[in-house]
């Protein structure tokens, strides 16, 4: 049987109305399945409690916030995160549409009226999703604390101790995230699992050989035999662009 290994989005879904939020979280839900994406989706009840969860170290790729809430509103959360350097993939929701239309002002990707509308919520989630291919950069905690990393610098990601270290064109360094919540920051055109427990960049590789490929600088890791032939593919669409 082929090893599948397939990135899952984390998805934050915020309103303080809990009808409204379970009804978002299911379309949610039933728009990823229908698309075959694999995403697990944790609701809040204020933006307090998703803000205090992001502070604590939960990873997310893709928040869809209400914009008028009680305390900590979804334009206020939005702001709090682009100022920390946190550009998480945004959807504004609301009823109040002059409100979320300010979204451009926190580099929101999309406004949706209440009551969503599914075909339109699916418009906004694959979209979100199609950006992660146009990515440049990713943000991760490490040690130090916050840091930026170039996918252009990452050469290839594998389990450890802790969570997962990271080899780069000028170094290393260490987060505390699963290698499966890194996969899923990451453009999956791009970066794919040669092993379990070890995603590479394909910019960097210089050849494939029988359980084994060769990076570009001469170092060689180690190739799933049921990775192989679907490694060699994602490869070759890749080069040729």
Known sequence: MQEILRPQL???????????????????????????????????ESGTGLLSAIQNGAQFQILLLDVMMDGLDGMELASALREKGDYTAIIFISSNREMAMRGYEVEALRYL?????????????????????????????????QRRILLSDLIYAETWERGVRLILKDGQTE???????LAA???ERQF???????????????SIRYCELELKSGAALPVSKYRQSEIRKQLMRYLEG
Not at 192 to 204: E, K, M, P, S, Y
């Open 175 to 181: 987060t505390g995230m699963k290698i499966s919540e």
């Open 192 to 206: 794919v699992f040669c092993h379990r427990t070890i995603l590479v960049n394909l910019a960097f590789i210089q």
């Open 185 to 187: 920051m990451l453009p």
């Open 113 to 145: 009226a209440k009551p969503v509308d599914r075909a339109r919520l699916r418009e906004a989630l694959m979209f979100c999703c199609r950006t992660r291919l146009e990515q440049k950069e990713i943000l991760l905690p490490t040690a130090s604390g």
């Open 10 to 44: 984390h998805i934050a879904v915020c309103d303080d109305e809990a009808c409204d939020r379970q009804q978002i979280a299911g379309l949610v839900n039933e728009t990823m399945l229908e698309e075959g994406l694999s995403c697990r989706i944790t609701s809040f």
